[in-house]
């Protein structure tokens, strides 16, 4: 019976005369009822993670077997692995992940992570956030953007200290998330990360969204505006909307969009993401790394899904954009994309076929 264990991360709870129940979730939880006394403390004396026992004292062995095997049906019980250390970060996540994993190893999904990078440009209190999560996570190798300084405005619950005020925000949050993660790579190589996560204020700069959208890079879309913060779309090139698809929809919606489009890009200062309200900070940052780690882990958000949470309940409002027509991302069925070799500049055409 060593080839089987009780799932990580399981809880054991004793219902007395009512049995014995694995798990608290609802979406896993296993209730046993009708046991003899030794059946119930043999149950409890399961240890999660670790090997079941062949036979169990006081127990029939046919009855034994026929409990566990039972438990294996409904997912409490899940094939034995050979023991592994903890991962060096990502811990938490590969016991929590080894609840929803179908052989129960939430290890294998961080190891995967593990071997991933991810870029965050714009380091304020949403990019540093993220990136500490995406440490915390168990993400090998974090490349980090933001020449500006920390500003008192900055400082904040888990992130910067008022003894950072005036320091490069780059070579800050470097120290910050190895602080979370000692294992984590900070490089500085230009290497292309595989997702870049872009942290800005009020707008989606429209000429990065177009170059990282032909340079053919994945990447989040993190926008920082007045009483809200909006999270979306993840934007894998040709396949769902691009950030032009978005500006596009809304150009539909108010004519005058691109009129405040301009102002605001080009207005910006050379700081991404300038006001962090706290809790919308906190909120969209969460969410932000989720959708990298989903990606990373194989099961990314739907196409065009954005998170829009805003002030003064921070509860995210969930919306999905669509391709544009008239945009030139390749995702709409009847555009395609292409860069003109003689001037470098991205154009629209008919779909090849």
């Known amino acids: 019976m060593g080839d089987r264990r009780l799932r990580t991360g399981l809880r054991v709870l004793d219902l007395a005369d009512a049995g014995v129940q694995l798990g608290c979730d609802p979406r896993w939880a296993v209730r046993v009822p009708d046991l003899t006394a030794a059946e119930r403390a043999a149950l409890l004396a399961l240890t ?74 714009g380091l304020g209190p949403t990019g540093l956030a993220l990136a500490t999560t995406l440490a915390a996570s168990g993400v090998g190798s974090l490349r980090m953007e933001d020449p500006s300084p920390v500003r008192s405005y900055d400082v904040g619950p888990g992130g910067y200290r008022w003894s950072d005020v005036g320091g490069p925000r780059q070579q800050v949050a470097a120290r910050i998330v190895h602080d979370v993660a000692p294992h984590v790579a900070t490089p500085s190589a230009r290497d292309d990360p595989d997702v870049l996560v872009v942290v800005e204020a009020d707008v989606a700069d429209p000429v990065r969204a177009a ?71 906190g909120v969209a940052a969460h969410l932000a790394a989720a959708m990298v780690l989903g990606r990373l882990d194989g099961e990314p958000a739907a196409p065009g899904l954005t998170w829009q949470v805003p002030l003064p309940d921070a509860v995210p409002r969930e919306r999905t954009w669509s391709a544009h027509p008239r945009c030139g991302c390749g995702a709409h069925p009847s555009r395609s994309l292409f860069v003109d070799a003689a001037t470098g500049t991205v154009g629209t055409g008919p779909a090849a076929g």
């Open 48 to 121: 999660p993670g670790l090997p079941v026992p062949a036979t169990a004292p006081g127990v029939d062995v046919h009855r034994w077997v026929e409990l566990l095997d039972a438990l294996q049906q409904a997912g409490a019980i899940v094939p034995a692995r050979p023991h592994r250390p903890p991962p060096p970060a990502g811990g938490v996540d590969a016991i929590s992940w080894s609840l929803l994993d179908p052989v129960g190893d939430g290890c294998a999904r961080v190891d995967r992570r593990q071997r991933a990078s991810v870029g965050v440009v």
């Open 211 to 281: 170059t990282l959208l032909a340079c053919g890079l994945p990447h989040l879309s993190v926008v920082v505006r007045e009483g809200d913060v909006l999270v979306g779309p993840l934007v894998e090139p040709g396949a769902g909307p691009c950030l032009r698809c978005l500006d596009l929809h809304r150009t539909d919606l108010d004519p005058l969009w691109p009129v405040l489009l301009q102002q605001l890009s080009g207005a910006r200062s050379h700081r991404p993401g300038e006001l962090h309200v706290p809790v919308l900070a």
